[in-house]
């Protein structure tokens, strides 16, 4: 089978408007995506969608693949209307990367592109520990609950599970709670199932696009990671990857 990713970018985010742009390490964030989604070994190309010209002049302006769409209230909805389209139709599976995660493991995309490759589910998504017990209450971090073999029961902003008797202490939180990382792998076909499906209640009441895929009846695959990695939300977010990353690049001892 031949593998795809497509990594949706749009300019006005409601929370960091220009954020594909920003540039403080010499590249653009939606440069750094597309460096680590091309080391993925499973996937034959990769393409930038996106209704900004300025967003498609950056990708074009580093050698990148785009292709502009019309205005789409959600990701998913953006990489149906490329994958509608002919050149792209022999995909068989294809990977939605967020735009804003330059530090994706391209390990992990591979795997993802295997499990679905293996038609299991049509649909697959990783989890990973909290690091902090803290955020497992946060409502911008989603959690996922699984059955024993490994696939999705639900999605929620929500704390899930519910401790009703206060049974887990504190040390064993972290083992228990899972934080959904927002990275899919597709069937093509069901990709575009899904994007023609009309929005259900659960999905507009946690807005999580994924809850219509199981209020569908699909099968959602989650595999493991041992981390999650760290997505640009705020400007501070983009401030401490654009320190790891010069940290990352400094000579040793300083000098």
């Not at 302006?61 to 959600?74: L, Q």
């Not at 990701?75 to 599976?93: F, L, N």
């Not at 993802?112 to 989890?127: D, K, Q, R, Y």
């Not at 024993?148 to 902003?157: C, G, I, T």
Request: charged share 20%; glycine share 6%; aromatic share 6%.
């Amino acid at each position: 089978m031949a593998a795809i990713i497509v990594i949706p970018a749009r300019y006005a985010s409601t929370r960091y408007p220009g954020k594909p742009l920003l540039n403080q390490t010499g590249k653009t964030l939606i440069e750094h995506v597309v460096e680590q989604a091309r080391k993925a070994i499973a996937a034959a190309r990769v393409v930038v969608a996106t209704d900004d010209a300025r967003i498609a002049d950056a990708v074009r302006g580093f050698s990148g693949e785009v292709v502009m769409t019309g205005a789409h209230a959600s990701g998913t909805d953006r990489i149906a209307e490329v994958m509608r389209r002919p050149e792209y139709s022999h995909y068989a599976v294809v990977v939605n990367v967020q735009g804003d995660e330059p530090e994706i493991e391209p390990e992990l995309i591979d795997r993802l592109i295997h499990v679905a490759e293996a038609g299991a589910a049509p649909m697959v998504t990783a989890a990973a520990p909290f690091t902090q017990v803290q955020d497992i209450a946060n409502p911008a971090m989603v959690k996922v609950v699984t059955d024993q073999r490994h696939l999705a029961l639900y999605f929620s902003r929500s704390v899930i599970p519910h401790d009703r008797d206060g049974l887990i202490n504190s040390a064993r939180l972290l083992a228990i709670y899972r934080k959904h990382m927002g990275i899919y792998a597709y069937n093509r076909d069901f990709l575009l199932t899904l994007a023609a499906a009309p929005p259900c209640t659960l999905e507009q009441l946690e807005q999580l696009e994924q809850l219509r895929a199981l209020y569908l009846g699909a099968k959602i695959a989650v595999e493991d990671a041992a981390t999650a990695p760290h997505g640009i939300d705020t400007p501070h977010d983009y401030l401490e990857f654009v320190a790891r990353w010069r940290g990352m690049r400094a000579p040793p001892g300083g000098g």
